[in-house]
């Protein structure tokens, strides 16, 4: 017999039938054998709207009753999906995260699982019961409800899968699984039969919005072989797991278009120890995050500093830089828009020489200037016009081969 916790996120439980259609699929995976362990999440919307709801009362809500309310997106989800499959004449018991034994630490609305004492969940599925979980929440040790950050019902299933040591963890989501591009992007883009947790951390941050980078992380951290898959279909999805050698054959696994992106840049910069340092701490004291960073060879003893961050800071970075560049005597600072980060992502790329002349020569045939370029050792990046992105994109898949046959 073996024990298998099954995710089904927000999408996938959005109505009463589909969480009719959950309860089916739990019950066959029990039916076949097996003790079954459903996180779920709130069904598609709550959550946004429970934010909605509480900034019409308060703008600036309080995060202890923030948690409070979010919690109840996921727990109205674990009593329905329990109804369904009393329905279906299933014998099965919810939970809400603080009952299933998650603690976490006491930072309100984007909390970190510190352990999980699952003894409650062990006894009712011994005594025969389907159990059901809230995703998303847990319980400081002195009791005060938390939740983990948005998307964070994919972390309460790993995390569970682990301190259950389950034997399977399945993902449940409204795609197939993890894909070399967007096929919005890339149309006959490939469905990824397995990728390590590292390509898959790649991709989530870039921005392929499968699964929250976090949950990832933790998966790596505590070993969980996890799949993605969809919960419309019994299509095999994704499996994401260590590396194996094999993997390595694969040169580059995936391509990835951001094109949530701008960049700021401030001229005429005095070439001198020290500068960098002052107009990074600025922005980190604003609390932005910075992406791919260029500076350009000192001319005169004046440089450019140019650097990406998320559309939405772009404002906000040119504004509390305006000072520093008072201060350092460098000419101004503007902000772009209108650029995208198109990255390759590859583990393969360790032994496999040429990669990055590959994709610069297929830009370039393609009539696609490159603006900035960041590598890591797993991954390429490169800044370019966001009207050239599709393009660009679809080249870059054809010419390493990801297409589908
Ligand atoms: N309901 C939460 C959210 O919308 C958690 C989740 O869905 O994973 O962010
Ligand atoms: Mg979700």
Same mark, same amino acid.
Do not use: W
């Given at each position: 017999? *073996? ?38 999440? *709130? ?189 419309? =279909? ?25 094109? =949530? ?24 004291? *604003? ?29 906000? *970075? ?88």
């Amino acid at each position: 017999m *073996a024990l298998i916790v099954q995710k089904y996120g927000g999408t996938s439980v959005g109505n009463p039938e589909r969480i009719k259609n959950v309860a089916r699929r739990v019950l066959e995976t029990q039916q076949a054998g097996n003790q079954v362990v459903a996180v779920v999440s *709130a069904m598609s919307g709550v959550t946004d709207n429970l934010i909605k709801l509480a900034k019409e009362v308060h703008p600036e809500p309080n995060e202890r009753e923030m948690d409070v309310l979010l919690a109840t997106g996921e727990q109205t989800t674990i009593a329905l999906l329990a109804m369904a499959l009393h329905g279906l004449g299933a014998q099965a018991a919810s939970l809400t995260g603080a009952q299933a034994g998650i603690v976490t630490d006491g930072i309100h609305t984007k909390a970190k699982i510190a352990n999980i004492t699952p003894k409650k969940v062990h006894d009712l599925l011994d005594a025969g019961n389907i159990v059901i979980i809230a995703g998303f929440q847990g319980e400081t040790p002195d009791g005060r409800i938390t939740t983990l950050g948005r998307g964070g019902s994919d972390l309460s299933a790993i995390a569970i899968a682990a301190a259950v040591k389950a034997d399977v963890c399945q993902i449940y989501t409204d795609v197939d699984g993890v894909y070399t591009a967007d096929p919005r992007v890339v149309p006959n883009a490939s469905k990824i039969h397995e990728i390590s947790y590292d390509e898959m951390l790649e991709m989530a941050a870039l921005g392929s919005k499968v699964m929250q980078a976090r949950s990832v992380e933790f998966a790596k951290k505590f070993k969980v072989v996890f799949e993605v898959r969809s919960s419309f =279909n019994n299509n095999p999805g994704t499996i994401v797991k260590e590396e194996t050698q094999k993997m390595e054959d694969v040169v580059i696994r995936g391509v990835a278009v951001d094109k =949530n992106q701008a960049k700021v840049t401030i001229a005429g910069v005095p070439d001198k120890p020290g500068i960098a340092a002052k107009v990074f701490k600025t922005i980190a004291d *604003a609390n932005i995050n910075i992406d791919v960073i260029v500076q350009n060879v000192s001319e005169k003893g004046l440089t450019d500093i140019s650097f990406t961050v998320a559309s939405n800071e772009a404002a906000k *970075a040119a504004k509390v830089l305006q000072p520093v560049v008072k201060e350092v005597g460098a000419r101004d600072v503007k902000s772009t828009e209108g650029i995208a980060k198109l990255s390759v992502v590859g583990i393969g790329m360790r032994s496999h020489p040429g990669v990055a002349a590959k994709m610069f020569e297929t830009l370039a045939s393609a009539g696609v200037n490159i603006d900035m370029i960041s590598t890591s050792e797993i991954k390429i990046s490169v800044i370019i016009s966001l009207a050239d992105a599709l393009k660009a994109a679809q080249a870059i898949h054809d010419a390493f081969g990801l297409g589908k046959a």
